[in-house]
């Protein structure tokens, strides 16, 4: 004890728990027993790194035969961090010889589920499902737990509800587990309830299911708080395989929560894909769409993004006609929302509508939405890569390639900027072939407007697009433009040449560095401008060029 103890003291958690597996191989299981003591001298941190190791120690103590010794230090954990204690025990539980199980197993569970505090019957409630076929009265202790006085006992009571379910009897479940789960859903402890729906109800035969749990389910879906009802929204699919599409498509009821909207609008497409096939498309038309419509149209924002990243899964299901005519104009509507989230999720989900109704009959409605908005909102432009590599590059280069080196010129910097940042990421997709054929040629254009910005903005792709075209197409076809940016009068661009040179300098071989870029930079040193100068001399020593 004093050597374990010194150790505890002195040395990391971590080094302690080694020290417990030399020492157990060493000596045997004994030396459980003395951890008992050891236990309660422990931080929290320790306890529960302590309780965790203990799970996997079935090995260490020799073999199944010793599994029981596990028990005794992990009860003793229980009373700091039960959870973990808890885990660990039904981790080894498994591994106990039916007469260990017996004899030591069910007698803790016992313990716990008298025991004077509310800790030790919340973790028996995580055990029952372990020792039920040795223990004819566990169903006793655990009613008597799902009535307790304390709130947090019938709270996991209510959370191990289903797990208990599934090892006892169909009889036992109908007439023992329904009367219990009926009173935890009337009790404050209801929204946890839920999920033991689901567990539960795949128990049951569809005749008793509908007797049995779905007039409390239906009264969970609207019941007075939202908290309730959320829980009823985010289960809802797996609610719905339990119990069958036909009873939940027969409760679908809009809900005025935002939060409870929110959960609903990422469930419709799962919902509408586990529909049976000969009433499925009915039942999208007359009762899902009408919510739809009333969803993208709703002010709160986290509403219509969750709707937004689900939405245009609808597709498929509802086939061409029914898109273009219900669900084209909900997407354009989308993507027209002041919020950026939304418009995201409508353009990283293009693939689904071009693959039903076509990239021609998409791109008809979508570009005119596009032209409407570049002008006015920056996060369009910043999602051009995404809908670049959404419609293809065909596409693209057919009837957005203007349009984003339009960008380039724009009056508004910030947007300037964002079509910069979008050549580099349009070239990541399509490759530097793309770039050298298709978009180069058009940038290095701009080297000769009179316009100093658009000169500027050149310098600022040759930067971006070095990155990404490599060393042999910035050698031919940008280091030359840059050079001979570097006799421009205007300050501005002589600076920003030598921050350029400095930028690509690096892809460059070394031969190119001290024939064409060291005189140019030497001679920008030499500038009236002290900017100019500046950069200059600043790129030199940055490529070891002085």
């Not at 990391?12 to 020492?23: A, D």
């Not at 199980?101 to 313990?111: G, N, S, T």
């Not at 919340?122 to 737990?145: I, M």
């Not at 739809?292 to 986290?302: G, M, P, S, T």
């Amino acid at each position: 004890n004093h050597c374990l103890v010194l150790i505890l003291e002195t040395q990391s958690t971590l080094r302690f728990i080694k020290f417990i597996i030399w020492l157990t191989l060493a000596l045997g299981c004994l030396i459980f027993c003395r951890l008992i003591v050891i236990c309660l001298s422990l931080t929290v941190s320790d306890c529960l790194a302590l309780a965790e190791q203990l799970g996997t120690f079935t090995t260490l103590v020799g073999s199944p035969e010793y599994v029981r010794c596990l028990l005794p230090p992990l009860e003793s954990l229980e009373m700091v961090v039960h959870d973990k204690a808890v885990e660990s025990l039904g981790a080894i539980s498994h591994e106990n010889s039916p007469s260990d199980l017996e004899a030591h197993f069910v007698p803790l569970v016992k313990r716990l589920a008298g025991g004077d505090w509310f800790t030790s019957c919340t973790s028996a409630c995580g055990l029952f499902s372990v020792c039920y076929p040795r223990v004819s009265s566990a169903v006793k202790y655990f009613r008597n737990l799902c009535s307790d006085d304390t709130p947090v006992a019938r709270q996991a009571a209510a959370s191990n509800l289903g797990e208990f379910a599934k090892v006892l009897e169909l009889d036992s479940v109908k007439s023992e587990i329904i009367p219990m789960f009926s009173n935890l859903a009337s009790d404050s402890v209801q929204l946890l309830v839920v999920e033991a729906c689901v567990n539960i109800a795949q128990l049951l035969p569809q005749e008793d299911l509908e007797a049995l749990m779905v007039p409390t389910l239906c009264q969970a879906a609207k019941d007075d708080s939202w908290h309730v009802r959320y829980m009823v929204a985010d289960k809802f699919t797996e609610l719905q395989k339990a119990v069958g599409p036909e009873v939940t498509k027969a409760d679908l009821v809009p809900d005025c929560e935002a939060e409870v909207r929110a959960a609903t609008s990422h469930k419709v497409k799962e919902f509408c894909e586990n529909l049976s096939a000969d009433c499925r498309e009915n039942v999208i038309m007359t009762q899902i769409l009408p919510c739809i419509k009333e969803l993208v149209l709703y002010a709160h924002q986290h509403v219509k993004s969750a709707l937004a990243s689900v939405i245009m899964g609808l597709c498929p299901i509802l086939g061409k006609d029914n898109t273009i005519e219900h669900l084209l104009p909900l997407f354009l509507a989308q993507l027209k929302d002041e919020c950026p989230e939304v418009q995201l999720n409508i353009i990283s989900n293009l693939d689904c509508v071009s693959g039903v109704i076509g990239i021609q009959q998409l791109s008809q409605s979508l570009l005119a939405t596009i032209m409407e908005l570049w002008r006015v909102q920056l996060a369009i432009v910043e999602y051009m890569p995404l809908l670049a590599g959404q419609l293809g590059m065909e596409f693209f280069d057919e009837k957005l390639n203007s349009l984003c080196v339009a960008w380039l010129v724009d009056h508004v910097y910030a947007i300037r900027e964002a079509a910069t940042n979008n050549l580099k990421k349009l070239v990541e997709k399509f490759g530097k072939e793309w770039a050298h054929a298709t978009i180069l040629r058009k940038v290095l254009a701009m080297s000769g407007d009179p316009n100093y910005l658009h000169c500027v903005t050149t310098l600022f792709c040759i930067n971006m697009l070095s990155e990404v075209c490599g060393q042999d197409i910035t050698t031919k076809h940008m280091l030359p433009t840059v050079l001979r940016m570097a006799g421009d009068p205007v300050a501005n661009v002589s600076f920003n040449v030598a921050k350029s040179l400095q930028k690509i300098g690096p892809i460059l071989d070394n031969s190119n560095l001290q024939s064409e870029v060291k005189p140019v930079l030497e001679k920008l040193t030499q500038d009236q401008d002290v900017d100019v100068k500046y950069f200059a001399q600043e790129a030199l020593t940055f490529l070891s060029l002085t």
